[in-house]
């Protein structure tokens, strides 16, 4: 009986639509699953990497050579293994494009970390991104063709540590339940890879004078949508990217077991940002989130003005197929997008129609939800370069609006401009534990502020010009 609901088990996995074809290696594993008395049993005591070599070899057998390998439990990828050759006839690509999709799901990061790790060869020759002496070590960006064999394997996730660090934090509220704070533009929230110290969870441990920490993650956003640390998501959009923390010294029994980061904001956007300090009100901030009653309303700047001065968006968001760091609106059906709904409103209007202050109030919060949606208005956000919003098109709106002796502080201006002008300007919640409504504003940073200023001295002149009749 073991041995049937395991086999059913391993076919399961493998291939829920075809008849099962079974192979030594699976009768190999089935035995085992049936002496150790449960399939859990097994997991515990083989190690994810067998499991994830087992899945390869099976998904990539002769029988199957269409098939990619799978990814274990939880989108890991931790182990897994490609040896594969590629097709005859086939296009030239780069070798880690090609690997990313062959294995279902993975990240081209992810690929170059195992390439990074000499865990890559083609045709049994070890490819390493750094630039070498020719015919020594290859490269990421090596080109494949028709008939090369290919083997990889899937680094480890590396922990990260995040330690305290004295960094001022702009507090907005404190009680001993949770924090608002004012998150200032190019801090990122948590530690990632390339971002390990001056973080904002770094500073949060400071704050509450937690020890040193290793974040890890239950499942990989990154694998999943391919999303960095750059993203407006909310809680509904990575509840299993949270980072889970232990604490360095295990006797210790905190209150605080991690940074309860609830949601984060864009590394270049600034404003508002709750944090948890305990579970309770970690999973009611959560849930909030997830049934959408928490109150967010972003003011941007934005090339150009929408062709209404108000309205609501709903249209999907999906990871950008052309660009893994950029998301964008698709119509249609399509496995990878998720519902979206924005409201906006332009609230000022600059330049003769150059420039507008917009105000956003989110009914869903996807990765760049705000920066997709104003690109699919056709009015990306200043400063906003991956999505369109760029300096030499702020240039050609504002020159042919402006007069000649205002063009010299326009361009200083947007030449100094580093980042998307997105501000979260306010946010309200339930409070977790007293239950009182409880909402926070800012007003935007000094770079943001002076844009505002230069925008309606502008504007101002234009109007007192036209009044005069000059």
């Not at 005859?88 to 062959?102: A, F, L, N, P, Y």
């Not at 704050?207 to 974040?215: E, K, S, V």
């Not at 605080?256 to 590394?267: Q, T």
């Not at 209007?349 to 507008?356: M, P, Q, R, S, Y």
């Amino acid at each position: 009986m073991r041995m049937n609901y395991m086999t059913h088990i391993v076919h399961t996995i493998i291939s829920p639509k075809k008849t099962l074809q079974t192979c030594p290696t699976m009768v190999i594993v089935a035995t085992a699953v049936a002496a150790a008395g449960s399939p859990f049993l097994f997991y515990r005591r083989h190690p994810r990497l067998r499991v994830s070599k087992f899945l390869a070899s099976c998904a990539s057998s002769s029988n199957s050579s269409s098939r990619r390998p799978l990814p274990p439990a939880g989108g890991n990828f931790s182990g897994i293994r490609l040896e594969e050759m590629v097709e005859i006839g086939s296009e030239k690509v780069r070798i880690d494009s090609w690997i990313s999709t062959r294995i279902s799901g993975v990240s081209r990061a992810r690929v170059q970390s195992s390439i990074r790790s000499g865990l890559v060869t083609v045709n049994g020759r070890v490819i390493h991104k750094s630039k070498l002496p020719p015919n020594s070590v290859l490269q990421a960006s090596l080109i494949i063709k028709g008939g090369d064999k290919i083997c990889c394997l899937i680094s480890e996730l590396q922990p990260l540590r995040a330690e305290p660090e004295d960094i001022p934090l702009n507090i907005v509220y404190e009680d001993a339940h949770l924090l608002v704070v004012n998150k200032p533009a190019h801090m990122v929230v948590h530690p990632a890879p390339g971002n390990v110290n001056g973080t904002l969870v770094n500073a949060i441990l400071n704050h509450c004078q937690l020890p040193i920490t290793t974040c890890m993650k239950r499942k990989s956003f990154s694998e999943t949508e391919g999303a960095t640390d750059s993203s407006d998501s909310e809680i509904d959009d990575f509840s299993l990217d949270y980072p889970l923390v232990e604490e360095s010294n295990s006797s210790q029994k905190e209150a605080l077991v991690r940074p309860g980061i609830v949601h984060r904001l864009d590394k270049g956007t600034s404003g508002l940002l709750v944090v948890a300090k305990d579970e309770q009100a970690h999973a009611h901030l959560a849930e909030q989130f997830k049934r959408h009653t928490i109150h967010r309303a972003y003011i941007s700047m934005t090339c150009g003005v929408p062709s209404l001065s108000s309205g609501r968006i709903e249209i999907p968001i999906a990871r950008d197929c052309n660009n893994r760091t950029r998301m964008a609106t698709v119509s249609g059906s399509n496995r990878h997008a998720h519902y979206a709904a924005s409201r906006y409103e332009a609230v000022e209007i600059f330049a003769n129609g150059g420039v507008a202050l917009v105000q956003w109030r989110l009914e869903t919060g996807r990765t760049h939800q705000i920066r997709a949606h104003a690109k699919y208005l056709g009015i990306p956000l200043m400063g906003d370069e991956l999505y369109g919003g760029t300096k030499g098109m702020l240039l050609s709106l504002l020159y042919p609006r402006i007069a000649l002796d205002q063009r010299g502080l326009v361009f200083e201006l947007i030449s100094k401009l580093d980042r998307p002008c997105l501000h979260a300007q306010s946010l309200g919640f339930e409070h977790p534990h007293t239950k009182e409504y409880l909402c926070f504003s800012c007003d935007p940073p000094d770079d943001f502020a002076e844009i505002l200023q230069v925008l309606r001295s502008i504007s101002n002149n234009q109007t007192n010009k036209r009044k005069t009749g000059l």
